[in-house]
């Protein structure tokens, strides 16, 4: 409505104009007329083309005006940044959505797979032998299956107490195997969504081609120098990443006002499965693993030197923590602790301010915070998990590419 108001006013100015010329004597229109002239407006309808003229006098060649080329050209390389930096330039056009939502699935059943599958072969290395029919059978096939497999020192005390421990036992080992097989039966119908969704979009064209198509570049930067590659690679877009890596006249290892390129910040942010990537790259064309920033930092420094921020930040917050008393810790109720708080313990928790710290700091023992999945994935990291993630990041920055 805006624009539709300027060039009303516009187009009644010139009228106006056009009108009063006639009666204006020659020298006072050489004068004013060069500044009351309207400017020339942006249509957004049509293709820009001049065909697409109202003028009469326009003649059609079907060629694009430079301003439209100009703000057509602007917008799609803003589109491309914007993509990359959320993660969906791999996504196809015709089901974008869709193709998110399940990939999104994807992720994370298949991480919580990891951790359910890492849980059972903790305590139970053959649980893919077990079945649950022969365990359950009968008194003397369960006494078996846990004299072989049950650790001696849960299995102490006597009466209720033991037989709780050892049906609690049964129970976890058996719920985790259904759990493990949920989940692949899931990731098994997100598979088969995928596929189908494929097969019936066979000329379907990702984000990545239509923008390019469409005269994007793909090397194009934001106002800190920024490039897609370098967008994606910081939030951790994997996908993203790997469809940049292949499209024509990338230059992986261009850099930003920061010196920095992208894998950098892969590394900045504990990216490993990136930094891999970018090493492979191509022939010719590969992230020279020894350039610095202006910090006069190279990749590898940025990851060690992160996890060691880090390491130290906690161990300042422990120190102030243990011999400051400037936090108080939370604590969860085991069975046969004593009560100390009835508040606290009618919530399973132990009295924050009888809960003593150890006298030395160690990731996940007492979690001060939760670290955010830098790209911003719904499952999170912990301490431990971080500062492992960062330190086989940087082992992959040496690492020979494959």
């Known amino acids: 409505m805006v624009d539709a108001a300027i060039e009303e006013a516009q187009t009644g100015l010139s009228t106006f104009w056009t009108k009063t010329e006639d009666t204006i004597a020659g020298l006072g229109a050489s004068i004013f007329m060069p500044f009351i002239k309207p400017l020339e407006t942006f249509k957004p309808d049509g293709e820009g083309l001049d065909s697409d003229s109202e003028d009469e006098t326009v003649v059609k060649t079907g060629k694009q005006k430079p301003d439209e080329l100009r703000k057509g050209h602007d917008t799609r390389n803003k589109q491309l940044l914007e993509a990359a930096f959320k993660g969906t330039l791999h996504l196809q056009m015709d089901y974008a959505f869709e193709q998110k939502r399940l990939t999104q699935e994807q992720v994370r059943d298949e991480a919580a797979l990891t951790r359910q599958v890492a849980m059972i072969e903790n305590k139970l290395p053959s649980w893919e032998k077990i079945k649950a029919k022969t365990v359950l059978a009968n008194r003397e096939a369960r006494n078996a299956f846990l004299d072989d497999h049950m650790p001696a020192k849960k299995r102490k005390g006597t009466g209720d107490a033991k037989k709780a421990a050892e049906a609690a036992f049964v129970d976890d080992i058996f719920k985790t195997k259904k ?62 990443v790997g469809v940049l890596m292949e499209a024509p006249n990338i230059d992986v290892g261009k850099k930003n006002a920061f010196g920095s390129n992208a894998m950098h910040y892969a590394a900045m942010y504990a990216h490993k499965e990136i930094v891999a990537l970018l090493r492979e790259g191509k022939a010719g064309n590969k992230i020279n693993k020894r350039d610095v920033n202006i910090m006069d930092k190279n990749p590898y420094q940025l990851a060690e030197e992160e996890a060691k921020d880090l390491e130290e930040h906690k161990k300042d917050i422990w120190e102030k923590t243990y011999k400051e008393k400037k936090y108080l810790l939370v604590e969860k109720m085991k069975p046969k602790d004593l009560t100390d708080n009835p508040i606290y ?25 939760k670290i955010k999945d830098p790209a911003g994935r719904v499952d999170d990291f912990s301490e431990a998990e971080y500062l492992k993630r960062w330190k086989s990041t940087a082992k992959k920055c040496l690492a020979p590419p494959k």
């Open 345 to 369: 313990n009618a919530v399973g928790l132990h009295d924050p301010g009888a809960v003593a710290p150890p006298k030395q700091y160690k990731p996940d023992r007492w979690r001060i915070s």
């Open 179 to 240: 759990r493990i097989r949920d989940l692949k039966k899931k990731l098994a119908k997100i598979k088969n969504e995928l596929t189908r969704l494929e097969e019936d979009n066979p000329s379907s064209k990702t984000v990545l081609q239509y923008l390019l198509e469409e005269h994007a570049e793909v090397n194009t930067v934001n106002e800190d120098g920024f490039t897609p590659l370098m967008l994606a690679a910081r939030n951790g877009h994997l996908e993203t």
